[in-house]
């Protein structure tokens, strides 16, 4: 029958329909596919923002820790600078010492000396 069938511009008519509702449907998919993305950069951005902020922060505390430990390293230098002054100042005290001792043995009271010498750093060690 005449009207059973399609006429070949009413078929066109509706495969161009089905083809809007396919390019329709495709280009929703991509807005979606879109937007995703888009939120995801965005995420991405704020987590690289955040791990920069932390790399900064992190920069930060080891310069800090890079002049404490240079302001540990010169006051160590200091010391021991002044430890190595006061062992020579030691050994020259040591020389001077047995030096007057020798002297002190040689003279008429010398003994008596080195004896109340002796005793006074005794009684000074045993009350520390």
């Known amino acids: 029958t ?8 009413r ?3 509706v495969g161009d329909g089905a083809a809007l509702a396919a390019g329709a449907h ?5 807005r979606t596919v879109l937007s995703m993305s ?4 965005t995420m991405f951005k704020r987590q690289v923002e955040r791990l920069q902020g932390e790399v ?3 920069n930060r505390q080891v310069a800090e820790g890079d002049v404490e430990k240079r302001n540990y390293q010169h006051a160590l230098a200091d010391k021991e600078r002044d430890l190595q002054f006061l ?4 050994r020259t005290m040591r020389e001077i010492i047995t030096d007057y001792r020798e002297h002190l043995q040689q003279s008429e009271h ?3 000396i080195i004896r109340e010498v002796k005793e006074a750093s005794k009684a000074r060690q ?3």
């Open 2 to 9: 005449p009207s059973a069938r399609a006429s070949p511009s």
């Open 11 to 13: 078929m066109a008519s």
């Open 26 to 30: 495709e280009a929703e998919h991509y």
């Open 38 to 41: 888009s939120e995801r950069t």
């Open 56 to 58: 900064e922060s992190l």
């Open 87 to 90: 062992q020579e100042d030691v």
């Open 110 to 112: 010398g003994l008596t």
């Open 126 to 128: 045993s009350r520390r």
